[in-house]
T-cell receptor, first 113, second 110 residues
């Protein structure tokens, strides 16, 4: 069974540009989460989808971040416009039904210059 | 790796010895706890989890201990191997999101 996949693995963009990150959860997992670790900080929750609905987006830092999960399968996280402080590693995780165990993808390393 | 710039406490052990990694959590209402292992360039990998109605759970070479009185979690790795070298994170479940600790780097000396 394939795990959580993320694309791209690395992205380097200039301040003010737009970047879209993609996450494909484990097949059949209704729950999809986005987390990120910025330099020097801990891994922090961003938001949680149940199927195509946003269950909790309390961790989204500001309105430059937009997450979607149309169709309830893969998800995208768009940062527009990117700022220097957005640099870090963005992780996606998924879980099945009511199970609490979350499986993480390899992450996307975002560098904003 | 992702830990660049993040100052992590480090535990250095001899190959074959047992390792104990500790974690303090903050939310007394958390009812689920999980340990992840992260190797350089990879995402957090599930190791073991435990619910708050238990105080101990064992896996293959790993044991998690939960002390709710002092809000402390520990991960014990038996017969530590070079492949165990990584950063280890504890996380607590608050609602449906995980709240992560800062991580501990485990270094295994051959």
């Amino acid at each position: 069974e394939a795990g959580v996949t993320q694309f791209p693995s690395h992205s380097v963009i200039e301040k003010g540009q737009t970047v879209t990150l993609r996450c494909d959860p484990i097949s059949g997992h209704d729950n999809l989460y986005w987390y990120r670790r910025v330099m020097g900080k801990e891994i922090k929750f961003l938001l949680h989808f149940v199927k195509e609905s946003k269950q909790d987006e309390s961790g989204m830092p500001n309105n430059r971040f937009l997450a979607e999960r149309t169709g309830g399968t893969y998800s995208t996280l768009k940062v527009q416009p990117a700022e220097l402080e957005d640099s870090g590693v963005y992780f996606c995780a998924s879980s099945q039904g009511l199970q609490l165990r979350q499986y993480f993808g390899p992450g996307t390393r975002l560098t904003v210059t | 790796g992702e830990s660049v710039g993040l100052h992590l406490p480090t535990l250095s052990v001899q190959e074959g010895d047992n390792s104990i990694i500790n974690c303090a959590y903050s939310n007394s209402a958390s009812d689920y706890f999980i340990w992840y292992k992260q190797e350089s360039g990879k995402g957090p990998q599930f190791i073991i989890d435990i619910r708050s109605n238990m105080d101990k759970r064992q896996g293959q070479r790993v044991t998690v201990l939960l002390n709710k009185t002092v809000k402390h979690l520990s991960l014990q790795i038996a017969a530590t191997q070079p492949g165990d070298s990584a950063v280890y994170f504890c996380a607590e479940n608050a609602g449906n999101m995980l709240t992560f600790g800062g991580g501990t780097r485990l270094m295994v000396k051959p």
